[in-house]
């Protein structure tokens, strides 16, 4: 399927794209191997073993899966690949998806994202799972607060070591979420963050400040730094500690069936209400 994204027009609800962004399905193995290379240039991944290698996206193109490539013109200038996960025939799940650096910023992450909704949508798949790094505010934004997925699974260095350029070093900690195209939206937090008792946030050093939450408290806030990227470039053992804080609260919290994510604040904090014992619905409080 070929999908053209235009700008969009006032009040539309798209992002508007300049230029003229087209995305399709990779049949061309020459194609299949030029987002392999956009792959390694997104990922700065060093001369050796691709970061996801031509013959894997070949077999999962051959398959059936989502191999789709973004073009700007004649030129590939990221992609996306997705494969059907259990239950077969209901969910798609989203391995990789990019966009090379000069590209970011412009909403074609965000229009990737809904072809890859059109294109379940056509094959009967009402829902798209995909991993993140939690501790990436943009990116928990996005797929939270913008996309409206749902935190599913935390998962402690889920891949292992990685080698490329950007995860070489960290722990492979990956967040689990859901985007079902007919689920109600999750409640959404009422309560101003400022307002919120946080359990985690950056010290004034930006090292990670955690305390215990109280009793009777029913909302929460965990906190991340604005830009966890920049601090691993100047201080990689606060941004090291950082991610054994952040497993620390979220793993228990997403696992919990005492509380329910109610989304990520665009200051950098992930939101949690706590749920009724009784009846599993959100408290109902006065503040």
């Not at 400040?209 to 730094?225: E, S, Y």
């Not at 904090?269 to 959100?282: A, L, R, V």
């Amino acid at each position: 399927m070929t999908h053209s994204i235009r700008p969009a027009s006032p009040g539309a609800g798209a992002p508007a794209l300049s230029p003229a962004i087209e995305f399709r399905e990779l049949v061309d193995n020459r194609e299949i191997e030029n987002l392999s290379a956009v792959f390694d240039d997104i990922w700065a991944t060093s001369p050796g073993p691709a970061h996801f290698g031509t013959a894997m996206l070949v077999a999962l193109h051959h398959g059936g899966h989502y191999v789709v490539g973004a073009f700007s013109g004649d030129n590939m200038i990221g992609g996306c690949v997705g494969f059907f996960v259990e239950p077969l025939g209901e969910v798609l799940h989203s391995h990789i998806a990019g966009v090379l650096p000069g590209f970011a910023g412009k909403g074609i992450g965000r229009a990737l994202k809904h072809h890859q909704r059109d294109w379940c949508i056509e094959r009967g798949v009402r829902t798209i799972r995909w991993t993140f790094d939690p501790l990436v505010a943009r990116n928990a934004y996005f797929n939270i607060a913008r996309l409206g997925a749902e935190p599913a699974e935390y998962n402690p260095d889920f891949y292992g070591s990685m080698a490329d350029g950007i995860n070489a070093g960290d722990a492979s900690d990956r967040m689990l979420v859901s985007w079902d195209f007919d689920a109600e939206s999750a409640p959404s937090s009422t309560v101003a963050v400022d307002d919120i008792f946080t359990v985690l946030q950056p010290a004034e050093d930006n090292t990670p400040r955690m305390l215990p939450i109280p009793p009777g408290c029913v909302d929460i806030a965990v906190g991340i730094p604005r830009d966890i990227e920049h601090l691993r470039t100047v201080d990689r053992a606060c941004a090291f500690a950082w991610r054994h804080a952040l497993r620390e609260h979220l793993e228990p919290l997403i696992a919990s069936k005492e509380w329910q994510s109610t989304g990520f604040d665009p200051g950098g904090y992930y939101t949690f209400t706590k749920i009724c014992e009784t009846t599993g619905e959100e408290q109902i409080h006065a503040h």
